[in-house]
């Protein structure tokens, strides 16, 4: 399985993932449109955290069951705790290094975040 870098901006959050990365997911609710997130799932074993724990900072708001994660110091959004599945990540893919979000092959499927609730029932897993 293909193993990518990825950090924030300044450097202080840096972190791994190993995924086969062929879809991404686009949600519209409030936090991620605004922050521009492109979503993709990791199992809790295929991320590891390289440095930068104390660099983080955390914000839930809601149902408070996501967590957002960002650096502290220049405010990137690398990654998340997601609400449909907490015990995943949540990568953004912005924050890869080594890996082409813009790729014309990736296909990015909308998640209707605004209306949570209906789209998580019906979304595949």
């Known amino acids: 399985m293909p193993r990518y870098h990825g950090s924030c901006h300044c450097g202080a959050v840096r972190f791994e993932v190993e995924a086969d990365i062929h879809s991404l997911a686009a949600c519209n609710c409030s936090v991620c449109l ?3 997130i492109l979503h993709h799932r990791v ?5 590891r955290l390289l440095s930068g724990a104390t660099a983080l ?5 809601g149902t408070r069951v996501a967590v957002h994660y960002f650096c502290r110091h220049c405010g990137i959004h690398p990654f998340t705790r997601p609400r449909a599945a907490p015990h995943l990540y949540t990568i953004n893919v912005r924050c890869l290094d080594d890996f082409d979000w813009q790729d014309p092959l990736l ?3 909308l998640f209707d975040g605004r209306h ?3 789209q998580y029932a019906s979304w595949p897993d």
């Open 34 to 36: 605004k922050k521009g």
């Open 43 to 47: 199992a809790a074993a295929d991320f």
């Open 57 to 61: 900072a955390e914000y839930r708001f």
């Open 107 to 109: 296909t990015v499927q």
């Open 116 to 118: 949570w609730e209906r």
